[in-house]
């Protein structure tokens, strides 16, 4: 469950007021939203990269507000991906398991697992520098999904690939949450994507800064 | 629309590769005639002769083996050091950002004196929290540890560590400052402590900067010379470095063998500044 | 104001009193002696076993040293000027003369520019370098003689450059950077291509090379042992006069030192060759 | 799935930040130390008098004057020379990468007798290039210019400048290695000469790495010792820089003096660089 | 025109051989393909940032084969947007002019009629930092549309547009392609972008190495 109450977030000159959000624990949500009114910033929040000014937020019920980024177990895939450029693509789908010390068998049998459903196995071994728009884009969504995270914070995770393999990423990302439960919050800007994939949609708006959030039906 | 490749834009091309040449060559070729101005000015046999003296032999050996010492501990406080200042904001920040300079700013004589002046007076404070006392520093390392730092190699470790590691700070500041910490942030909603995004993501972004400070404290070392003078003195087999070999041939007229012995200096670090940029270029692909 | 400069620590041990090396005898050199040391250290090793650690360094940064660690048993400065200096201060106990420079000029061999007088040095076409008065005793020296007979300004005046040492002036000339450099002629030594002019205007400049016993000194009679076999007319002295420095035939009685430490005793001996 | 703050990770961090501190603090520590001793050691009446002698005030504004322009001349050439080396791959690339360290590595006496050597002993190939000629550079620039180097203060800010452009092109360096070349990529497909790329993206993004390199050449400079006093002399009003001042103190046994001295040089420095610093910061917002 | 001819392209252990691409003077292409099949990379050679392995490239009937990219005339958004650290909106916008010396009335008039279209007329003012991934994406189609190039290479230039937006960007492209006449290579993965928008559609496809460029009708 993520809870958003009645939270202020500012980044420099631009700041939203009175946001109110509520995703359902194991709930696939989608939010949409005019481009620059704020939905990474509210991810970034929710992940803890970024304090808020005021209000709180809870993940499974728990006040997180002060929590640093590394407690919250959050699994976040950026929208500019911010990539370890000096990892290769397997550290890149290793690294939140080593950090937990998954076992290696484990670790291995997850990380093919994820690469293959994400098309990108043939990939492992290289660097990042080099990948192109789209691989690079798995990558960053393979990278929050290897060690169960509680949330998933998804920024446009799917933006940059064509239509088949699309279409696999979210079969998958359904998949995970249906099977683990995990609550997700997913950004994008295809209608048609959200329409398919969500338990439930929402809009953001806003007006002289301060915040609404509809529910679509 | 016609399409035409514009010849003014490839000239400007290589009048930009001129200028920057040109302002290069300026440095450059100071550099190099002072190195062809020397080589002309000694001779190979004073080169062989120098290199066969066994009291030049130990000076190499102890050379090579603090300056490594220096610039290795200088990366390890360095880095630390330069990431803290370029990523975290604590009070005393900037005071400190200043106070890393001033081993860089101090004269050689005065940088040799202080640590002198530290190791041999009463020490700072002591007088203030134990009124009376007369707590010195080398005397005590003496007397409680049996270990003996002015005059002995020790100190000209110490010397060369004060102001290389400055510059080793310098130099991994700017690295990290040009690092985006975007990537440690996303590291760090992956379970990172502060610790391993450190490790795990920044630091590997680093090893250029890595590479450049350790070469350049290295390189600063070893020409180090007027602390090492005065704090470790010029005992030859013991305390004798190569540059102040170089500062004991002059002194008895022998410019040549000065000379000879500087660009003994110079092979020895080219080899070694050589090696360590190959290792570091290995070590990135 | 030395108000709050700390007067010798009265408890503190020898600094070597841990090490193996306590039986060493320490004494600051100035690196222009070093040529000189250097042999008599030798032969003085040979002869007693007692072995001599030298710390070799420009006289000021050598006194700055002893000064602040009150450590050391020997002090060899360039010039006597800095024993003044120590003595004054309370940091020497005894001062052994050894031998004298003269001031003069130093030249290119064959003197090309043709210097026999201070007046040569005033021409236009002679680049003229000295030690610095404030730096190098040589300098102090000079300055002293010339000021006595009001020459000084008008050589201050037709200097190009003051240098730190009086190595330093001779490295101009060496070099090219200067055609003339006062200096003292024992500098020479070392130097094939360069010619010294003894001038009238500084015939009665001097400098004197004495040896200074450290208040310091935690091993009174092995220090004053070694110190009398550097004075000794056969031993140091003769050292000193091979290395182009005058040796005064004064101080006879220290000729045969006489021997107050056992190992003194191959000493004996040897010396009476 | 139930959410636990892991208190170890918030202790990991702590204990990184006490590691981090702990290793930085071996360096600031030595150096806060170095800096009391000295303070201890002479008193403010000495700095004050120190202040008022004519020679330390004209010294004080020689040193100012030369650094400066030492510290410029160094951003001027290292600029270029450091985007140079991290941007193009050209035939000697490695050889200059390491003859950029060479007056870093060379003892202090010798770059001044390099130095002396150059400019008065018969000019490098000059005698290849015409037999029998005793072409000498310092005899030139002074016959056809009449512009005298060698004792004079074009002496002190070319010593100056051949030590602290080494650390400045280090920098420099470090700076544009560590910057992403494909925004110059970018902008070269719209439209952008070589010359413009370098003006426009890449040296804008470089304004840290710039100052850090301009501050350490100041320091640096400031610092000098041994290759002003032979190359340039210590000739009280001429010549004589604050590191001169020392020495000379110091030759008359006035160690207080020195102290004093040194630590108007610390001040000084402390001052400009806090406002070469905040200058930059101002610039960057 | 853009015309490639037999090129072999080739960025590390990827290689691409026999493209063989032709776009008419003033038409507006579309070109979709795979995620990682090449076709930034193709991108890249035409706007002369990657070199050819082989092959020629013709822009307007002229070789520009061995050209640099200073020379091309070319508008080309990036996938990875490179904008400039430490430029404003406003200098985004005028880059390209300045570098043409366009006088400063024209520029102006221009910069605030790219900026109203693309709805980046409140950020001018801002530095590149802290903006929105749409936003930014719309300054680097707006870098590349002042200058009037031959041709314009747009690397998926509108996926992190919301709907709204990403229509009126449309309608502004192939405006501006119809007005100028301007020659555009479009890259998407939005099957009706493609539709809407494209004279002609591309399919970039590879087997072993050997690129097929399909015409779809
Ligand atoms: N440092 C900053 N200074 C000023 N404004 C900022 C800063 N950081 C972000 N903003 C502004 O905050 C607004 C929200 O940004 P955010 O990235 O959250 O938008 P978004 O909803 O994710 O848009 P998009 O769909 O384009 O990604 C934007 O208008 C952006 O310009
Ligand atoms: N330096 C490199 N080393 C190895 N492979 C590389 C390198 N650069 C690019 N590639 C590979 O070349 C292929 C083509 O990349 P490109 O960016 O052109 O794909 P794309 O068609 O634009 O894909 P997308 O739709 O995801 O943007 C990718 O598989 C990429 O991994
Ligand atoms: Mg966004
Ligand atoms: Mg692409």
Not at chain 1, 105 to 113: A, G, I, L, P
Not at chain 1, 171 to 177: G, Q
Not at chain 2, 34 to 61: G, H, M, N, Y
Not at chain 3, 81 to 102: F, N
Request: aromatic content about 8%; glycine content about 6%; some cysteine.
């Amino acid at each position: 469950m993520i809870e958003i109450e009645d939270a202020t977030i500012a980044a420099g000159s631009f700041s939203l007021r009175a946001i109110n959000l509520r995703v359902e624990t194991g709930e696939y949500a989608v939010v949409m939203g005019k481009t620059g009114i704020g939905k990474t910033t509210i991810l970034e929040s929710i992940c803890g990269l970024r304090k808020l000014r005021s209000g709180t937020i809870k993940i499974a019920g728990v006040d997180v507000t002060r929590w640093s980024a590394a407690d919250r177990n959050v699994g976040y895939v950026p929208q500019d991906l911010a990539l370890f450029p000096t990892m290769t693509v397997r550290q890149h789908l290793q690294f939140a398991m080593r950090l937990r010390k998954t076992d290696a068998t484990k670790m291995k049998q997850r990380v093919d697992e994820i690469a293959d459903i994400l098309q990108i196995s043939p990939l492992l071994g290289r660097n990042v520098r080099g990948l192109s728009g789209g691989e690079a884009q798995r990558v960053a969504l393979g990278r929050a999904l290897t060690f169960g995270p509680s949330v998933l914070l998804l920024d446009e995770p799917l933006s940059a690939l064509d239509a088949a393999t699309r279409q696999a990423a979210q079969t998958m990302l359904r998949e995970i949450n249906r099977q683990t439960g995990v609550t997700v919050l997913h950004v994008t800007h295809d209608p048609s994507e959200a329409q398919s994939m969500a338990d439930r949609r929402f809009c953001i708006a806003s007006e002289d800064g301060v915040a609404s959030v509809q529910v679509i039906r | 629309m016609t399409l035409q490749r514009t010849r003014f834009r490839r000239l400007r091309d290589v009048v930009f590769y001129f200028v920057v040449a040109g302002l290069s060559a300026n440095f450059i070729l100071l550099i190099v005639l002072l190195l062809v101005a020397d080589l002309l000015f000694t001779s190979p046999t004073e080169f062989i002769a120098a290199l066969k003296k066994p009291e030049i032999q130990s000076a190499f050996r102890l050379t090579m083996t603090s300056c490594t010492i220096a610039a290795v501990l200088s990366l390890w406080i360095a880095t630390p050091l330069g990431y803290a200042l370029a990523r975290y904001r604590f009070p005393g920040r900037a005071v400190i950002d200043t106070i890393v300079d001033i081993p860089i700013v101090l004269p050689p004589l005065v940088l040799g004196l202080s640590l002198l002046i530290l190791f041999h007076q009463p020490f700072p404070f002591s007088q203030w929290l134990f009124p009376g006392s007369d707590w010195r520093l080398e005397t005590w390392l003496q007397e409680s540890l049996g270990f003996q730092v002015t005059f002995r190699w020790p100190a000209v470790i110490l010397a060369q560590f004060a102001v290389a590691c400055a510059f080793a700070v310098r130099t991994m500041r700017v690295t990290f400052d040009q690092i985006d910490p975007r990537a440690e942030d996303v590291a760090r909603t992956l379970g990172c402590t502060r610790g391993q995004a450190f490790l795990y993501v920044a630091l590997p972004q680093a090893w250029r900067g890595m590479i450049a400070a350790g070469t350049i404290a290295w390189a600063r070392a070893l020409g180090e010379f007027g602390p090492i003078l005065v704090f470790a003195g010029s005992t030859r087999f013991r305390t004798e470095v190569l540059s102040t070999t170089v500062f004991l041939e002059l002194s008895v007229g022998q410019l040549d063998a000065a000379v000879a012995v500087s660009l003994l200096m110079v092979a020895m670090a080219i080899i070694v500044l050589v090696t360590l940029r190959w290792i570091g270029a290995g070590l990135s692909t | 104001d030395r108000s709050n400069r700390t007067p010798p620590h009265p408890g503190a041990p020898p600094a070597d009193a841990a090490s193996t090396a306590s039986q060493a005898i320490h004494i600051y050199c100035a690196a222009s002696n070093q040529a000189v040391l250097e042999p008599i250290r030798q032969a003085y090793e040979r002869l007693t076993g007692t072995s001599i650690r030298v710390q070799y360094g420009p006289s000021q940064t050598l006194l700055a040293q002893l000064e602040l660690t009150h450590h050391g048993d020997l002090y060899l400065p360039a010039d006597e000027s800095y024993l003044v200096t120590a003595k004054a201060r309370g940091l020497v106990a005894e001062i052994l003369p050894l031998a004298t420079m003269q001031v003069g000029v130093v030249v290119k061999r064959g003197n090309p520019k043709g210097i026999v007088q201070l007046k040569s040095l005033l021409a236009d076409n002679v680049r003229l370098v000295q030690a610095s008065p404030d730096a190098a005793a040589a300098g102090k020296i000079a300055r002293d003689h010339l000021t006595q007979t009001g020459q000084w300004a008008a050589v201050a005046e037709a200097t190009t450059a003051f240098r730190g040492t009086v190595i330093e002036v001779t490295n101009d000339v060496q070099v090219g950077s200067a055609d003339a450099g006062i200096a003292y002629d024992a500098v020479l030594h070392s130097y094939p291509d360069l010619e010294f002019v003894a001038i009238d205007a500084l015939r009665n400049a001097i400098g004197k090379v004495s040896l200074g016993v450290l208040e310091s000194s935690q091993n009174r009679d092995k220090t004053l042992h070694f110190a009398r076999f550097v004075a000794a007319r056969d031993q140091g002295l003769k050292i000193y006069r091979e290395h182009g420095f005058h040796v005064s035939d004064g101080a006879p009685g220290l000729d045969v030192p006489e021997l107050s430490v056992p190992t003194g005793s191959m000493f004996g001996p040897a010396s009476q060759r």
